[in-house]
């Protein structure tokens, strides 16, 4: 959207006279009244949000300023890469700026952008738009108090509230037993609440009881059969290399046959047609008689034909009370509501039309304008939303109108949150998100802007983040041990509404190809984000040229084969002013020449089958994240990472060994490195002073050398994550021990350790290490049948987080006051241990055991949980996870 264009377009004429200072000598009153004209269109789109669509001279005037502000990001932009390649400018560039006057001239694009200006200074006049000084303040503020703030309490689970009726209902229908394979089908618009009361009842004791086998499956309106047998077969077996390999009529029948072994429950949830329904069943054991899949549509149709001969359960709109306490949870964090929002609370509630989705959307901003320490403001706040939400009633079609509410939500948003929001369009329906790669893309499209040197861009965008889920404008999957978010989602629902309202702006795009190879719908010469989901080597192939985009993200589930050197070169002379390359699902056998034009780049994900990294990769002058994750066990950087000065994330899945460097390089801007080789690491607390994560892999015997690489992490003093990865090549060759405690970095946090094959007793001496929260132990990382911690020593005093796995442990002994702190507690591929110490059942902060693959040890596990029942009530719900799902 060019609201946030703006903004880097700012930065970047910053940027650029200060690069090309000649220009600011010569033009320095066109560059300042350039500024100040684009302040003044950034001030217009920021006044008119509310009125994009009520008003089309406005509506006319937003898309005059898109096209105005595009445009110049893209002269400029160009200008700038001209500069940069060598001092020549490509074929393209030369094109590109010959129909723009072939220089760099503020005057003249200085008159566009003033032309403009007038008009819409004009247009403020005849309709008398005004803005008052409150208003203007935040509008042109660039004083981001949101993420000096601490964030707000989580809110109780909106899944517990409403639909009691419905779910016993559907909990005595699943218990019961029935001639044949029984599927019951819910069904009900889009936000009606299915999914949530559909995982209500997958997570109910008495359905946990009833069948060990539970499978949810997210289906959505695009999938492939084989995909979804896959994820079943996920759910009851470990998947291998074979089995990947086979088609969707072969999987139908493996999944049967499991299935057919036991009794199940799998929920199908978000199913679109009957032909989909059609194509799913027939890996379903039709003569079963004890199991039950539960499915969820928006199609009545769909619930007719799949729930036949019995009838399906269209689910009803929330009741009036039912309203109102989801209402109040999700505006108060409670039920306890003051006497003074009661009268325009409930009338909020019931304008909501039952549709929960609507109340969790309104009740996210009504949230955000609480404050419990003045409840008349409050209710003022509250007055304003009722009317607002008492508008859009006129509207007949409650799924329009629940638009309108989101709407809504989405104008109440800073403007520094919009593009954000709407940049979640660009991924795939049901997506589970990284959060850490899209705070990262965000970082790379512009979107986060360094306001204060203190905080961290991932620590702001971590706050953006947060501040959208507080809105309910995005779910959250899974937290890390340091509380941050790990995984995310948004609705359906919210994601249609992103690429409805990001298109009507050009801001972005999903790529879907017909028959012929051809987009559908055209994209647009202006469309700023790509975003392709499957068909992706098809599009590439049709070299589809879209310069002006600034993204381009594959998220395709498909594999792909190697790219041929002809569509790389296609792919990279499609896009000229990318800033965001996220194209993990593709594999580069070689690395175009032509990838160092792209001087824009912020952000590049991408896989390679290749065991050099090519020094192209050090003219990108602007790249701050490089993920590279490549089929060589090793790999070695050519690129000069030493003088890429804005890079601040390097990762990759090989022991890369990274080039030489003079005595004056230094990465200031590096904070995450990983993994590199052991001996890449001697000297790098001086090369990059500032990092905070590290990966090493290799012969970690060497960490016991006497000023050995390990001398260098010691003295890293903002280290808080460090992974150690020994070369498997190396198992015959043990680590012997680890480095002493006071080797360490005295800020570690996190430590991870892979195929170092210690003694146990080798890991209980990390208990000295203060600060350790988090403590990961993959693939042999420990050999040895005992690990015992003796009752009188202490134990891992902050540990929380606690992974376990692939290891012949058998015995394990230990209490709580070792582990006094710990929450989750992660066991896999330990199918020799034989029990789970019962005492961490007495640590108060444990809330979550997670076994896959440690069949003995499933009963203790068992115990624990029943116990925690017993010291907290039964009201505690303690998270027990196993797999494979134990048989009765």
């Known amino acids: 959207m060019a609201d946030a264009a703006v903004e880097f377009l700012l930065n970047n004429l910053k940027e650029l006279v200060l690069q090309e200072t000649h220009l600011m000598n010569e033009t320095e009153g066109n560059v300042g009244k350039l500024k100040s004209d684009l302040l003044h269109l950034q001030a217009f789109l920021r006044e008119t949000v509310k009125m994009r669509n009520s008003n089309e001279r406005i509506k006319l005037m937003r898309k005059e300023i898109h096209d105005v502000v595009y445009d110049v990001e893209d002269i400029i932009g160009a200008y700038m ?35 403009s200006s007038g008009r819409l200074e004009q247009l403020r006049k005849e309709i008398n738009l005004t803005t008052n000084e409150e208003d203007k303040t935040e509008i042109l503020s660039e004083d981001f108090i949101i ?33 044949g394979l029984d599927v019951i089908s819910l069904t009900g618009m889009s936000g009606l609440g299915k999914t949530t009361l559909a995982w209500k009842i997958y997570n109910d004791p008495e359905i946990i009881l009833k069948f060990p086998t539970r499978i949810w499956l997210t289906v959505s309106a695009r999938f492939t059969e084989r995909d979804i047998f896959l994820r079943i077969l996920g759910h009851l077996t470990t998947l291998d290399d074979d089995m990947r390999a086979k088609d969707g009529e072969e999987l139908a029948e493996i999944v049967s046959n499991y299935l057919q072994m036991g009794t199940f429950i799998l929920v199908m949830d ?77 009338k909020i509630a019931a304008d909501c039309d039952g549709l929960p989705l609507a109340i969790v959307v309104i009740g996210g901003i009504l949230y955000e304008l609480s404050d419990s320490n003045n409840v008349d403001k409050t209710r003022r706040n509250w007055l304003k939303v009722s009317m607002d939400v008492n508008s859009y009633l006129s509207e007949k079609k409650l799924d329009k109108r629940m638009t309108k509410f989101i709407s809504m939500s989405y104008e109440s948003l800073p403007h520094y949150l919009r593009p954000c929001f709407l940049y979640l369009g660009l991924f795939p329906e049901d997506y589970k998100i990284s959060a850490s790669k899209l705070i990262r893309m965000w970082i790379g499209e512009g979107f986060i802007q360094q306001e204060d040197a203190c905080i961290p861009l991932e620590e702001v965008g971590q706050n953006y983040l947060k501040a959208l889920i507080s809105r309910n404008l995005v779910n959250t999957l899974k937290f890390k041990a340091d509380g941050n978010v790990k995984t995310c989602q948004i609705h359906d629902t919210l994601r249609d509404f992103c690429r409805i309202e990001a298109a009507t702006e050009n801001f972005l795009q999903e790529i879907r190809l017909n028959d012929r190879g051809e987009c559908v719908p055209q994209i647009s010469v202006w469309c700023r984000h790509l975003s392709i989901h499957s068909d992706c080597k098809r599009y590439i192939s049709s070299r589809s040229l879209t310069p002006r985009a600034r993204s381009f993200v594959c998220l395709s589930k498909e594999p792909y084969d190697d790219l041929s050197p002809k569509d790389i070169t296609n792919l990279i002379k499609a896009f000229r002013f990318l800033r965001v390359f996220e194209v993990q699902p593709l594999r580069f056998k070689e690395i175009y020449s032509g990838i160092d034009s792209l001087i824009h780049m ?18 990108i002058c602007n790249l701050q994240t490089l993920i590279i994750n490549t089929t060589s066990p090793t790999l070695q950087i050519k690129a000069n990472i030493w003088k890429m000065k804005h890079l601040s994330y390097f990762k990759t899945n090989a022991s890369a060994t990274l080039p030489r460097a003079k005595p004056a390089d230094c990465a200031n801007k590096l904070q995450t490195l ?28 060497l960490l016991s050398e006497e000023n050995g690489p390990f001398d260098s992490v010691r003295q890293m003093r903002y280290l808080r994550k460090l992974k150690l990865v020994n070369d498997k090549a190396q198992e015959t060759e043990r680590l012997n021990c680890l480095p002493k405690v006071d080797q360490f970095p005295s800020g ?22 203060q600060k350790l929260e988090v403590l990961k132990l993959k693939y042999q990382a420990c050999i040895g049948h005992t690990w015992e911690l003796e009752d009188a020593v202490e134990g891992f005093p902050s540990l929380q987080f606690l992974l376990i796995e692939e290891t012949d442990l058998a015995f394990w002994q230990a209490k709580s006051h070792h582990f006094p702190k710990l929450r989750s507690l992660v066991l896999k591929h330990c199918d020799k241990l034989r029990e789970i110490p019962v005492d961490l059942a007495n640590v108060q902060s444990f809330e979550m055991l997670d076994l896959t693959t440690c069949t003995v040890a499933v009963d203790s596990a068992r115990n624990i949980a029943a116990e925690k029942k017993n010291i907290l009530g039964l009201d505690y719900e303690f998270k027990l996870s196993i797999f494979p799902p134990p048989t009765k």
Request: aromatic share 6%.
């Open 270 to 346: 978000d199913v679109w047609s009957i032909p989909a329904w059609e194509q799913l069943k027939k890996a379903l054991p039709l003569q079963e008689n004890k199991s039950k899949v539960l499915l969820t549509s928006r199609e009545e149709t769909v619930g007719s034909a799949a729930s036949k001969p019995r009838p399906f359960v269209p689910l009803r709109a929330f009741d009036p009370e039912e309203c109102w306490e989801l209402l109040r949870l999700e505006a108060l964090g409670k039920l306890e509501c003051p006497p003074q929002l009661v009268q325009v609370g409930k």
């Open 748 to 769: 570690l946090t996190s430590l991870t350790l892979c195929s170092t094959s210690l003694k146990w007793e080798e890991i209980s001496t990390l208990r000295s290490l």
């Open 674 to 701: 990983g993994l590199i080789s052991m001996r890449s690491c001697k000297g790098l607390h001086k090369r990059a002073p500032n990092l905070k994560k590290l990966g090493m892999s290799g012969k970690l015997a």
């Open 81 to 115: 890469a001209k500069n940069k390649v060598s001092g020549k400018s490509s074929v393209f560039f030369k094109k590109f700026l010959t129909s723009h006057r072939s220089v760099l001239n503020f005057h003249s694009i200085g008159r566009k952008v003033a032309g």
């Open 147 to 179: 993420f000096l703030q601490q964030p707000r309490p989580p809110r109780k689970d909106m899944s517990m509230v409403g639909f009691a009726d419905v779910a016993e209902r559907l909990i005595r229908r699943l218990t019961q037993e029935a001639d």
């Open 602 to 619: 912020r952000y590049i994900a991408l896989s390679i089958t290749l065991a050099i990294l090519s020094p192209h990769f050090d003219k």
